[in-house]
Every structure is written in C-alpha cells, then in structure tokens.
C-alpha cells in the first residue's frame, strides 16, 4: 500500500516537471495576478492535478484558478493558482 502511494506521487511530479516544461515560454498577462505569468493549457493543467480539462474548468469557475482565452478560443490557466490547488492536496469536493 505505501509503496503504490509512493509511486503516484513520483508520477504526478513528473507531470509537473514535464508541465513546467512546456509551459516555458508560454507567459502571458493574468488580470487576477496583475503579472505575467505562466500559463498552460486547461487539459495540461489537468493531468497536472491528476484531473480532466472539465474539472479545471470548474475549479476557474469557482475562483480557485485564474484563466485567460487565447483567440483561438482555447483556455489557459495561470500556473500561479495551479501550484496552489496542487500543494492543498485532495480536491475532489471542489
Ligand atoms: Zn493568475
């Protein structure tokens, strides 16, 4: 049991990692923080969080991660507030 535990929190470290990657670059202006900050796409936001995009999607609406549209009608979100929804932990009751 301790063992499995052990090996998902390596995995979603990864995710983040691989995250933190791809977000390199991907800075754009989020109103809420007043900065330039790292954005990710919603669906990457979510494998980040161990998540699908429509639970991200329900986090942006009830304020706990911040989101800006790109013009192609895709959402980022502001990787500021996601490392936040990460370090609380359990989330399902969101
Ligand atoms: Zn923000």
Redesign the pocket.
Known sequence: MKHRKTTLITTETSEVWVIREVARGTRAW?K??GAQ?EMVPAELAGRAIGANARKVFRLIEAGRV?STDKPDGSSWV?L??LAQIEESGNEENV
Do not use: D, E, K
């Open positions: 989020c809420p923080c900050v911040h502001c500021n507030t």
